[in-house]
């Protein structure tokens, strides 16, 4: 039983961002385009870190994070790997502007190069995970065999996570009625979007610790879930990346 390891500020969890910041970013969703959504719900999950660093009045380490936006190009937007101590007292995140086009590769290999220069101290800590956010078929390489890659790294907590939330309509075949019912998508649920599909390949799969610690907030996805969300609606979006922080914490 792998990612066991809970986040503390000797043992902090690593999360890498990947947002795909291209132009349909400014597609509306739900009245409000959907890089306002996604700044949003990662606003509030690192809220929620935050909540879950603090003891008394003091902040302590727990989660250390990487927000790489791109499209063409990757932009660092916390320049480097930041604790949540430090990213608390920024105060609110670098500004999401949208830009022409989407290159998921080039983000996956500096999440990759992270990876390999943050494992080598991170043998006590839980597995890393990267949170991949897109709207659409990514432009340039292929970024499926990177993220394989990156899903054979490995600590002893586990193997590197890799999730995945997709801003689609086209995804399943019935909308979700209610998120907080919603048991998840497993490898064997039928998808209408050859990209989505590509994007599943490249999506772990959801440990009971994390599904535990979601299912005390309330979401109640079942057994065997990927961690890949249909970003059909803000809810769907916020829940895709309160996924990314449901590490244990004690």
Wanted: net charge negative; hydrophobic share 40%; charged share 20%.
């Amino acid at each position: 039983m792998n990612y066991t390891i809970q986040a503390s500020q000797r043992t902090p969890a690593l999360i890498i961002y990947l947002i795909d910041i291209s132009a349909s970013m400014n597609m509306l969703m739900e009245g409000r385009r959907r890089i306002d959504v996604v700044y949003e719900a990662i606003s509030l999950a690192i809220r929620q870190m935050v909540f879950r660093s603090t003891k008394g009045n003091r902040l302590t380490a727990r989660y250390r994070i990487a927000i790489l936006a791109y499209s063409d190009d990757v932009y660092d937007l916390l320049n480097g790997v930041k604790g949540i101590d430090e990213i608390a007292a920024i105060g609110s995140l670098p500004d999401l502007t949208p830009k022409r086009f989407s290159d998921s590769a080039k983000a996956f290999l500096q999440a990759e190069r992270i990876l390999q220069a943050e494992l080598p101290g991170m043998q006590d800590c839980p597995a890393p995970l990267v949170c991949h956010m897109t709207d659409g078929v990514s432009t340039g390489d292929d970024p499926e065999p990177i993220a394989k890659r990156i899903m054979s790294m490995s600590v002893p907590d586990g193997n590197v996570l890799v999730e995945n939330i997709f801003l689609s309509d086209r995804l399943l075949e019935t909308p979700i009625q209610d998120p907080r019912r919603w048991k998840g998508l497993t490898h064997n649920t039928p998808l209408q979007d050859e990209h989505a599909v590509k994007l599943r390949n490249m999506s772990s799969v959801l440990p009971e610790s994390y599904r535990e610690m979601l299912f005390e907030a309330d979401y109640q996805l079942g057994e065997g879930a990927i961690m890949m969300l249909p970003g059909t609606c803000a809810e769907l979006v916020s829940i895709g990346f309160q996924m990314s922080a449901a590490t244990p914490v004690r």
